[in-house]
């Protein structure tokens, strides 16, 4: 095993990641970028996107800023044929991008729940769309590809004021086991992380 084999394992694979513009998107892609990903970040905030692939690239890592509102599925197709175009089809997809905006149901906050299931829901699902065929083509050529999405403990838990949220993040873990199912035989990975509170700007949107 060479030295670089096992300093930087993901050498010579494609990442993309969504919600990349901070918490724990932007942490994930600077480290997949450390272990030798060439890496897509996806997020709608072009400017913070652009320091991210500066600091990747002042590593010496490989990075590709992509502006997308996840909740537009053109615009995340189009995402998608550039990630194949200049990096090569996408071998590791993590599906990060997410809002959590918790309030009492009685308060009839229905903006914020359609945007959380907009998001959380419909823009995860544009992704999946977008990236899984790139996904199943790249585990034939390279014998192995990962989904990784983006869950919550909200998933399994019970929190008053975050019923909608916990709702979205459901659908994300019962929907990743599904894909498990569907996508493994085609030696994709798939899985579902249920992170518990981190310091990031979720809290603060």
Known sequence: MSTETRTKPLT???AVVTGASS???EASAEHLAELGARVAVLARRADRLNELVSRIEKHGGTALAIAVDVTDAAAVRSAADRVAAELGGAD???????VMLPAP???????QWQRQIDLNITGLMNVIGAFTPQLVKTAGE????????????AAQNIFPNFAVYSGT??????????LRVELGAENV??????PGIVGT????H
Not at 92 to 98: E, H, R
Not at 142 to 153: E, F, H, K, M, P
Not at 189 to 194: N, P, Y
């Open 12 to 14: 010579g694979r494609v």
């Open 23 to 25: 918490g724990i998107g």
């Open 92 to 98: 590791l997809l993590f599906n990060n991008a997410g």
């Open 105 to 111: 149901i009685e308060e009839l906050a229905t903006d």
């Open 142 to 153: 390279r014998g192995v590809a990962d989904l990784i999405n983006t869950s919550s403990i």
């Open 169 to 178: 993040k459901a659908y994300v873990t019962h929907l990743s086991r599904h």
């Open 189 to 194: 990975r798939v899985s579902a992380l249920e």
């Open 201 to 204: 700007e979720l809290q603060s």
